[in-house]
């Protein structure tokens, strides 16, 4: 069955410096999502992302934050500059455009657990 | 206000039983849909069961069934024949038409089944 996959599955970094999630959704999906989990708190959406281009984002992705497709396969989050704060699990989810409820479900990754030290 | 309360932070069931997780949300968009998801303690997140708000019939899926009460605003998630493997955390999360494909998740309800 057709999964999205997350590396690394775990990053440390320090304070300030910049870090790469990245996604590959599943094949046939268009529709491409980053949801950011902190330890023991709800999942929140950071971003949406259609057609090459962002269609929606939430409060919290502000300007450290930047999504990319590079190529056919990649979703990647960027955090520029990482804050204690950042530290939290990272999800990608894809989800297709065919008709019916279908097209809603989002597939989730395993996540990146990202400790921001 | 909360788009999606769940009201139980904590829950336990004996094996075999069946459990209702609680789940009521807040929109005054016409078009919407409500998921759950199951995050085990791995981390991933397993979804479960969709219910749109035009579907005339509850949601149902295996041992997964959504008690969706449209007047009420609420969506429990009813989970029959509990097993060990149940246990988790469980989210109940919504999708507005308007706010496009975005979901907005509850704060979770970890499910202990006992042996």
């Known amino acids: 069955e057709p999964e999205v996959t997350q590396t690394p599955s775990h990053q440390v970094t320090q304070m300030g410096q910049e870090v790469i999630l990245r996604c590959v959704p599943i094949s046939n999906h268009l529709y491409f999502y980053w949801y950011r989990q902190i330890l023991g708190q709800k999942v929140e959406f950071l971003v949406s992302?259609?057609?090459?281009?962002?269609?929606?984002k939430s409060e919290i992705f502000d300007d450290q934050f930047s999504v990319e497709r590079p190529d056919g396969s990649n979703f990647t989050l960027k955090i520029r500059s990482t804050k204690l704060e950042d530290s939290a699990m990272y999800f990608c989810?894809?989800?297709?455009?065919?008709?019916?409820?279908?097209?809603?479900?989002?597939?989730f990754g395993p996540g990146t657990r990202l400790t921001v030290l | 206000a909360q788009k999606i309360t769940q009201t139980q932070p904590g829950m336990f069931v004996q094996e075999k039983e069946a459990v209702t997780l609680d789940c009521t949300y807040d929109t005054s968009d016409p078009s919407y849909g409500l998921f759950w998801y199951k995050q085990p303690s791995s981390g991933e997140m397993i979804f479960l069961i969709y219910?749109?708000?035009?579907?005339?019939q509850n949601a149902t899926e295996g041992r997964y069934s959504l008690n969706f009460q449209k007047a009420r605003k609420s969506a429990n998630l009813v989970i029959s024949a509990s097993q060990l493997g149940d246990s988790a955390m469980y989210f109940c999360a919504m999708r507005e038409d308007n706010a496009g494909n975005m979901l907005t998740f509850g704060g979770g309800t970890r499910l202990m089944v006992k042996p």
């Open positions: 219910q749109g708000s035009y579907d005339q």
């Open positions: 992302f259609y057609n090459n281009e962002i269609s929606e």
């Open positions: 989810a894809s989800s297709d455009t065919t008709d019916g409820p279908e097209r809603y479900e989002q597939f």
